[in-house]
């Protein structure tokens, strides 16, 4: 079994939707808006990895996820620009 190393990671408002491979497994990503990259450097990491190697975080995001779906939802009907990118 390979040792988990501590790696250091940082939820992010994702503006570009690049849909690049995970930094720590190269498997696909799926961007949704709010995603999480690793903390050094601008690199997505997907929530399997994150699950793994920051679970607190991987959990924060399932709830920044749903807020913001809802939050998003309301600025859309009342016509408020946010700093995402549509999908
Ligand atoms: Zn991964």
């Known amino acids: ?3 988990i190393q501590p790696t250091a990671l940082a939820i992010r408002v994702n503006t570009t939707l690049s849909n690049d491979p995970c930094a720590l497994c190269s ?3 799926d ?3 709010i995603d999480l990259y690793l903390a050094e450097k601008s690199a997505l990491v997907c929530h399997a990895c994150g699950l793994l190697h920051a679970p607190a975080l991987a959990r924060l995001l399932d709830l920044v ?3 913001n779906t809802f939050v998003r939802a309301e600025y859309e009907m009342s016509g408020v620009q ?4 549509h999908l």
């Open 82 to 85: 946010t700093d995402e990118k």
């Open 27 to 29: 498997q696909p990503t």
């Open 31 to 33: 961007p949704t808006g």
């Open 65 to 67: 996820s749903a807020a």
């Open 1 to 3: 079994m390979e040792q």
